[in-house]
């Protein structure tokens, strides 16, 4: 028996990779294999199993992050926003059970399960009926599993080129739109509720209106970015344009710079001459166009209405030097306000600026002109700022209004066969008075508008 013994840890000794190379060479071969490669060398003998398994986890996070891309970059820049999503009964984007093998690590096991959650997908498509509104379990499903099949769903759409397979791609753009839009509210949720004012910019909630807008996923995964760069850009020009006439800012936080030359000084963005930048005004040509009002849509076509270019007009000047500007709210018109500093700033002494016209520098008296345009009696309360959540509300409420009007036909009767009709009734849901009120995700998706025909 002691033989036996003896020689078969001879055997398994002669049959270890390290006998010939040692493990640290052995995972350096493996990184030149492909995925399907190392799982086959897997299988020849119980040491690569063992070596496979246990040893090559950054070998396996890294043909996972390669091979999900897409979905990885859907993925909310709140990283606490998991904990809010398991606790309010929000869909968890990764089961427990994933998520605990990311922790530990175990990137081989990780890898595998997404494998058979990607090999579920096209059979559930198949059977995926997009004409049934409510109880559509696969339609729920698919919601669910949200950007974990993003990568997936893109794979079926690029390679769909056939006639026969028209359907199956239908489907396929159907779902990875309903996707995105889940998401697209499930962080305005997470934003609109969780965060404070204080910590949070008032563009992120404009940004999480805007993804609820764009359907293309590479395009939504990336609107944060592309959104926080280019205003980043601006205060970059901004604080250069300023040095160059002034020099260094001085070291009062609340007055970096003359407060007036300052806002001259956005007049660059926001006037006629744009320095060489390409400047903002107001769309007043195509008011009612829902793309005024979304911050990306704005930044990339420089026009918008009154409460999107406010938005950005703070936005810029505090990324710049950190000197928060106040939004308020007028009837009918939003412009920006320089805050009160001290007592004895009297309040018809104080600065406002009119973005929507050239980022005009305007004053008490003009507010007051300007709601009295609209036949209403002006009171002082009018120039209280607005919070980051009113104004967002105030955007919600605009894109709901302009859509319900142009989803009327000249009879004045909504027609909910129009693509407006289908944004406006999902996009009630962003009202945070709406009723009946959505608690978590079977409510989502069981709610009006979220069901496979509006998408």
Known sequence: MKNKTAITEQINALSSPDTIFPSDVQLLTLTNLDASSILQLRGTCIMYHRLVTNDCRDIWKARYDSRWRRGKSRRTRFPEMAIWSRERGWR?????????LIQEGNWFEVYTHRCKLDNTVLPRLMDLNTEIS??????KSF?????????KLSTILAGATSLSDSETKQKCSRVLSGINRYLAYQEWRFVNECCSDTDINIETGAIAVAKFYELDNDRAGLLNERVSQSLDDFSVMLTTHLRQRFGPPSQDEDEPYPIRELLVAMQMFFGESGEGVVPFRGNDRDYYNHQNSLIDQCIEGRTGIPIALAVIY??????????QLDLIGLPGHIVVGVPLRGPRVATEERLFVDPFHGGSIISYADCQAIVERYNITF???????????EVWQRIIRNLIHLHSQMAMNDDYVIEE??????????????????RPPV???????AAPGWCPIFF
């Open 134 to 139: 409510r109880n559509n379990h696969l339609w």
């Open 143 to 151: 919601m669910s599993d949200g950007e974990d099949i993003i990568d």
């Open 439 to 445: 608690n978590n995700f079977d409510d989502l998706a």
């Open 314 to 323: 703070v936005s810029i000047v505090r990324r710049a030097f950190g000197l």
């Open 379 to 389: 009171f002082h309360e009018m120039v209280t700022p607005l919070t980051k959540r």
């Open 92 to 100: 968890v984007h990764q089961s427990p059970h994933v998520s605990s």
């Open 417 to 434: 066969s129009t693509i407006d009709w289908k944004i406006v009734v999902p996009l009630r849901n962003f009202l945070t008075d709406f």
